[in-house]
T-cell receptor
Framework: QKEVEQNSGPLSVPEGAIASLNCTYS??????FFWYRQYSGKSPELIMF????GDKEDGRFTAQLNKASQYVSLLIRDSQPSDSATYLC??????????FGSGTQLTVLP | DVKVTQSSRYLVKRTGEKVFLECVQD?????MFWYRQDPGLGLRLIYF???????EKGDIPEGYSVSREKKERFSLILESASTNQTSMYLC???????????FGDGTRLSIL
């Protein structure tokens, strides 16, 4: 079993729709959860983080965490073409490093 | 804002050369990381360091070494470059392991 699994994608949504990105992780010691966005040819940039069970909202982005189910998700409301990118899930684990998922490629169609 | 600076955006080297990739961060972060990223393989951790002169192997350390003589600088060394080391190399830093990593712009390395 992979340590971090993300919905494989690619995922396409129409402009204005909600994009839902999912991530499951295996390390129950994970305390912090990060979502990164990576545009083609660019480096990853942090867009959301969540530490506690429940929802965290920041503008059009909502992160959801369920530690009992070892599941974290990212919702993007009112998706825009500029949201088209690869989204990486990264839980912190018991080791001194983050573990990155392989990413979900999102395309928002105008 | 955190600034992580990688010495080169693009680099072309020849097989067998010793290659140095440099990374500097300006936020006094404890942890620094080197990754490579290849299409379809995601981010793979090569080495990381949680203190000066300390280093730990990541998932794919073979063919690489690192050096951290000062807190702000973390160098990746390809001892004898090979064509299968052609890749995008990303450096990152973080205050602690439970806090987010901040990435440099990356170095696209081609080994001919």
């Amino acid at each position: 079993q992979k340590e971090v699994e993300q919905n494989s994608g690619p995922l396409s949504v129409p402009e204005g729709a909600i994009a839902s990105l999912n991530c499951t992780y295996s390390d129950r010691g994970s305390q912090s959860f990060f979502w990164y966005r990576q545009y083609s040819g660019k480096s990853p940039e942090l867009i959301m983080f969540i530490y506690s069970n429940g929802d965290k909202e920041d503008g059009r982005f909502t992160a959801q965490l369920n530690k009992a189910s070892q599941y974290v998700s990212l919702l993007i409301r009112d998706s825009q073409p500029s949201d088209s990118a690869t989204y990486l899930c990264a839980p912190s684990g018991s080791a001194r490093q983050l573990t990155f998922g392989s990413g979900t490629q999102l395309t928002v169609l105008p | 804002d955190v600034k992580v600076t990688q010495s080169s955006r693009y680099l072309v080297k020849r097989t067998g050369e010793k290659v140095f990739l440099e990374c500097v961060q300006d936020m006094d972060h404890e942890n620094m990381f080197w990754y490579r990223q290849d299409p379809g393989l995601g981010l793979r951790l090569i080495y990381f360091s949680y203190d000066v002169k300390m280093k730990e192997k990541g998932d794919i350390p073979e063919g690489y070494s690192v050096s951290r003589e000062k807190k702000e600088r973390f160098s990746l060394i390809l001892e004898s470059a090979s064509t299968n080391q052609t890749s995008m190399y990303l450096c990152a830093s973080s205050p602690t392991h439970n806090q987010p990593q901040h990435f440099g712009d990356g170095t696209r390395l081609s080994i001919l």
